[in-house]
């Protein structure tokens, strides 16, 4: 009975949140209200789960819907900023690189540990990756929601107050059903996630559906534009919900002496994304908020919703995320295995 009732709670904590925000006006109210109420009532011993299918659902439907945006023209635009996000790409290895060797000198846990916690890619891809060297994968994990859930706290806000946006609630559509071509799109990428995940693509039910979906957009094969409203809303909360549930007591008990240097490192990450940001927007002609959404420390689907529900170019910023993380992931477990042949004493202290 628990497996069905800790969800339902959950999502309904996390829709009475979402919906609190959204009446007044709020950035992102559908991914930061369930996500600071259902971590709340978890760090306060509320027991709240989800399955995991239920975070891979909404990541789906993030991804077709960021899809949607990839109009010919758009894709235009994102080929010129393809080096810019090559650059951006290198540039968070090098900082998650050098974060992760002063979070190990100031919270004394191991430097494989705090490598792969800072590293700025998707939390699973890094636990697995931490796993193969030993590392506190615990430890790893609670980093990266910390990561996360700051910078979808702090980044859309500022750049909605900062910018002076209002919420583009435009830019979904209000109509109620789902047109045939895009249900089949939708259902196919569905279809393509799961055997990706089978043979161990990173993020496969994110980054799947998206690569589909703006393909088959690009190419005219479906119109462009949105998914209902609700659609989005829904896969806005399951996402944050299933982020949210991973804040416990125990995994904060256990990353006590992680927490601070952990927290000092994410917030310098966000100051650092609003300076390149600005240099980006100034070299670029990007504007300065799109500019700091494609920055941000945060995942792929989060800031690409804060970016479609602040009406700035999604595909932009979705695309400096996707290359991003695919260079953290690929290039993170290589790098820390090349910098500790060269270490002396080749043994890391704890």
């Known amino acids: ?30 991914l930061i209200g369930p996500l600071l109420a259902v971590a709340l009532c978890n760090i306060a011993g509320a027991g709240l789960e989800t399955p995991r299918w239920m975070r891979s659902m909404g990541q789906w439907l993030i991804g077709v819907a960021l899809g949607l945006h990839f109009t010919p023209t758009m894709v235009v635009q994102i080929a010129a900023m393809v080096p810019y996000m090559v650059l951006a790409g290198f540039m968070a290895i090098a900082f998650g690189t050098v974060g992760g060797w002063a979070v190990s000198r100031f919270s004394k846990v191991d430097r494989a540990t705090a490598h792969f916690a800072t590293a700025m890619g998707g939390a699973p891809e890094m636990a697995v990756a931490a796993e193969r060297t030993g590392a506190n994968i615990d430890q790893v994990v609670t980093a990266h ?55 161990n693509f990173p993020n496969s039910y994110a980054l799947v559906p998206l690569f589909l979906t703006a393909t088959v957009t690009a190419c005219g094969v479906v119109d462009s534009g949105a998914l209902p409203r609700w659609v989005s809303i829904g896969a806005q909360i399951l996402v944050a919900v299933s982020l949210a549930v991973r804040f416990t007591p125990s995994s904060f008990g256990a990353s006590r002496r992680l927490l601070g240097p952990v927290i000092v490192y994410s917030l310098s990450s966000i100051v650092f994304a609003a300076v390149f940001g600005f240099i980006l927007a100034y070299t670029t002609g990007l504007a300065l908020p799109a500019g700091v959404l494609s920055l941000a420390p945060g995942g792929m689907a989060d800031m690409g919703v804060a970016a479609e529900s602040l009406g700035l170019m999604v595909p932009v910023v ?33």
Do not use: E
């Not at 339902?8 to 709020?26: C, D, E, K, P, V």
């Not at 910018?163 to 990428?189: C, E, F, G, K, Y």
């Not at 995320?321 to 202290?349: E, M, N």
């Open 145 to 199: 929601m910390l990561r996360v859930i700051l910078t979808v706290v702090i980044v859309p806000a500022a750049v909605q107050y900062g910018a002076r946006l209002t919420p583009h609630t435009q830019a979904l559509a209000n109509n109620w059903l789902l047109s045939t071509d895009l249900v089949l799109i939708a259902l196919v990428s569905l279809g393509c996630a799961a055997v990706a995940k089978l043979f």
């Open 318 to 350: 979705t695309g400096f995320h996707v290359i991003r993380v695919a260079l953290v992931v690929l290039l993170t477990l290589p790098l820390f295995k090349w910098v500790q042949a060269r270490r002396p004493g080749s043994q890391d202290k704890p």
């Open 1 to 30: 009975m628990n497996q069905v009732l800790r969800p339902a709670l959950a999502l309904l904590i996390g829709s009475s949140a979402g919906a609190a925000l959204s009446a007044i006006h709020a950035p992102v109210p559908w």
